[in-house]
């Protein structure tokens, strides 16, 4: 039976950990936090999974919490009137303002409930977990014991052992300062009261604020989540170490930049003590093989390799992704060598999907040139436009078919539109 160690119990190593398991392979997972600490620790992110890598999980029938969860049906994009200047105080109204129908439900599960309960089901399913924060020299010890060595430790310290590859990472500094919030007592959009959705506010020249409806320890929740462009007016959160006061500036913030969003928040409350987080990280891409110390080399999964700015909601989606590409890679090599080679191919079966989560992402994080301000304006007024747009979500190659050439935006906007009569 062939041994493989998965360092780092997230999206990727655990969907990873509990697929080999069940295709028989000997299957070490080491996490530097026990189930427990996960499902009583802090927030880690607002991970709303769309079709493609939720089926995934369906595939390994590790959706446990899918009854329970609530169903985003649609995604909704506003723009607050950019006329008023980011640090101007009087009150802000809407220039756009519409939602498109997403063809399959999208979902957002908590991951200190998805983690905790993921790593359970390894352990009761006979696989072996060791809790321990790994350390490159663990690595190298431990390399020699296993056919293959795959690092899923997101964006922790093991990042280093992989080299940053320039060509694919635009930037290097960090695009966005983020500040999540996790609450009950959020009121439905009236816009929609029927179906629920994931509102994506855009305020021009400050950056943007997403309400995620989502399931976490004390059931379903929305979760407040503001990215602020650097050193402007949403930028305010480092230093809060209080909880409530995250909550109070999330609000603050939100009456003064998206009041529509504000007038339905008036009466929530966090969902527990640690359901806050704040932070900032660079977007960035490296080069999947690492080297250890005396010669054997690990491969790189996931946010380790592909790491990118959450504003599109697309991490969780791509660890999903790559450990459903990996797994395939690793099935379909049988006894052979995980070598080199192997490797590398490996990663790029799972760039040619991460490639257009990348392009897209990097697109949205600096301001959008005209062509695509007039396709977000026009999906209010075409609905084809709209859910083409929001569909995107669950699969943005798709946005290479019309969204970065202007020429190509205009000819599909009046397509939709002589289609829908407009
Ligand atoms: C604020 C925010 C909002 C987000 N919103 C969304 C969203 O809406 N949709 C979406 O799809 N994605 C979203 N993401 C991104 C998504 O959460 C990540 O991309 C995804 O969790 C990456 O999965 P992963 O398995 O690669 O890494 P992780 O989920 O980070 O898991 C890595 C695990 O490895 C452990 N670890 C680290 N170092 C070690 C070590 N040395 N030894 C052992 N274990 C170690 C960590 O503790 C962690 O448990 C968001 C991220 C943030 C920060």
Excluded at 183 to 194: Q, S, W
Excluded at 309 to 324: E, F, H, R
Aim: charge should be negative.
């Amino acid at each position: 039976m062939r041994k493989i160690l998965v360092v780092g119990a997230g999206q990727a190593g655990l969907q990873l950990a509990l697929g080999l398991q069940s295709q028989g392979y000997e299957v070490t997972l080491m996490s530097n936090r026990t189930a427990d600490e996960i499902r009583n620790g802090r927030v880690m992110s607002t991970q709303c999974m769309f079709h493609t890598a939720l089926q995934y999980e369906r595939d390994l029938q590790i959706n446990f919490w899918e009854s329970q969860t609530p169903r985003v049906e649609g995604l909704g994009v506003s723009v607050a009137d950019p006329s008023l200047a980011p640090d101007s105080p009087e009150v802000r109204g809407r220039v756009i303002d519409w939602v498109g129908k997403l063809d399959n439900y999208a979902q957002s599960v908590d991951q200190r409930v998805k983690m905790a309960g993921w790593m359970e089901t390894f352990a009761q399913r006979g696989g072996q977990l060791v809790i321990h924060g790994a350390a490159v020299s663990d690595l190298d010890f431990f390399a020699r014991k296993y056919d293959l060595v795959l690092v899923s430790a997101g964006k922790g310290e093991l990042v280093s052992m992989f080299e940053r590859d320039a060509s694919r990472s635009p930037f290097d500094t960090p695009m966005r300062s983020l500040a999540v919030s996790y609450v009950h007592g959020l009121e439905r959009r009236p816009e929609h009261p029927d179906f629920d959705a994931v509102r994506f506010n855009i305020v021009p020249g400050a950056g943007e604020l997403f309400m995620i409806p989502g399931y976490t320890l004390t059931g379903p929740c929305d979760i407040l989540f503001w990215e602020g462009i650097p050193g402007g007016p949403l930028d305010v959160f480092e230093g809060i170490k209080d909880p409530n006061e995250h909550l109070a500036k999330t609000l603050e913030l939100m009456e003064r930049y998206t009041p529509w969003e504000y007038a339905r928040a008036t009466k929530v409350e966090l969902t527990d003590a640690r359901a806050t987080l704040s932070g900032r990280y660079p977007p960035t891409v490296r080069k999947p093989i690492g080297t250890l110390p005396s010669g054997g080399l690990v491969l790189g999964v996931a946010d380790v390799v592909v790491a990118n700015d959450p504003i599109t909601g697309q991490g969780s989606n791509s660890a999903s992704k790559c450990a459903a590409a990996y797994l395939a890679s690793i099935v379909e090599h049988g006894d052979k060598l995980f070598d080199a080679d192997w490797m590398q191919a490996t990663f790029d079966r799972y760039w040619d999907t991460a490639q257009h989560v990348t392009k897209w992402t990097n697109a949205l994080l600096t301001p959008p040139p005209e062509h695509i301000l007039n396709l977000i304006g026009a999906a209010g007024q075409i609905p084809p436009v709209a859910e083409r747009f929001v569909n995107g979500f669950d699969d943005p190659s798709d946005f290479e078919n019309y969204l970065y050439d202007p020429a190509k935006t205009e000819a599909w906007i009046g397509e939709a539109a002589a289609k829908a009569g407009a």
